[in-house]
């Protein structure tokens, strides 16, 4: 319309972000109409959309070795975790699977990591961040999409809630953040339209879930709500 206002920046964003999410439920829904659901199937939806995750932008702050941010608590949806998993188990030697396994099982016995209090309180490092060598993700290749979506334009204010221990506003590209964040929130969405169940879970739980219970990969495929106890409120 002629006389219509300029779109303001926050809905040019809001339309953008609206416009990733539809294209990526339909992309991911026809892939998995066209391939059925199997974990090499989720294994490559979770590629496809790792490599559709766009470079962190400039003015970012993040660097190797700051892992301010791995102290805090991991959401990701189920496909992501058992993709993670899997990958995990193919590709370590026994040794170092061993190796993540206790780290895993350290962490979850610590007390209850779905909380965000846990994590903010006892400044625990998440399982998978080597902090014996620079404080870097043993997993980054693999790392989850909210993993990939968090970042900081402020250093400060990261170092400032992790010393507090208290949720502080982290300065970030928002955009960036939601639309990498929601590659995760597509997974969770397709999967319960296709009657799976499906919701966001605690990585650590889950994790610790998968480690527990070698069958829950294929309970979960055949519908069973094996991860119930890691579901995030
Ligand atoms: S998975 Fe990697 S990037 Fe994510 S919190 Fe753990 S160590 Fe950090």
Same mark, same amino acid.
């Given at each position: ?50 490599? %559709? ?92 999409? %909210? ?87």
């Amino acid at each position: 319309m002629e006389n219509d206002p300029p779109e303001s920046s926050e809905d040019r964003s809001k339309h953008l972000l609206a416009a990733y999410m539809a294209q990526g439920l339909d992309k991911l829904t026809a892939f998995l109409d066209g391939n059925g659901i199997s974990l090499p199937v989720l294994g490559v939806a979770m590629e496809q959309f790792t490599k %559709s995750v766009f470079d962190l932008p400039e003015g970012t702050a993040c660097k190797q070795g700051c892992a301010y941010c791995c102290h805090l608590k991991v959401g990701v949806s189920i496909p992501e975790v058992l993709v993670i998993y899997n990958e995990l188990a193919a590709q370590t030697t026994p040794e170092g699977f061993e190796f993540l396994k206790e780290r895993v099982l350290e962490v979850a016995a610590k007390g209850n990591t779905l909380t965000e209090d846990f994590w903010l309180s006892t400044r625990t490092p998440c399982p998978f961040l080597d902090i014996d060598k620079n404080q870097l993700c043993m997993i980054y290749t693999l790392r989850p999409f %909210s993993c990939r979506a968090y970042h900081s334009t402020e250093i400060a204010a990261c170092q400032k809630g992790f010393e507090q221990g208290r949720e502080t506003l982290i300065p970030c590209f928002p955009l960036y953040r939601a639309t990498t964040d929601m590659y995760a929130s597509i997974f969770t969405k397709v999967l319960a339209e296709k009657g799976f169940f499906s919701y966001q879970v605690g990585f650590v739980k889950a994790f610790e879930i998968l480690l527990k219970n070698k069958n829950a990969s294929g309970q979960w495929l055949n519908r069973e709500d094996v991860f119930a106890a890691a579901k995030l409120g």
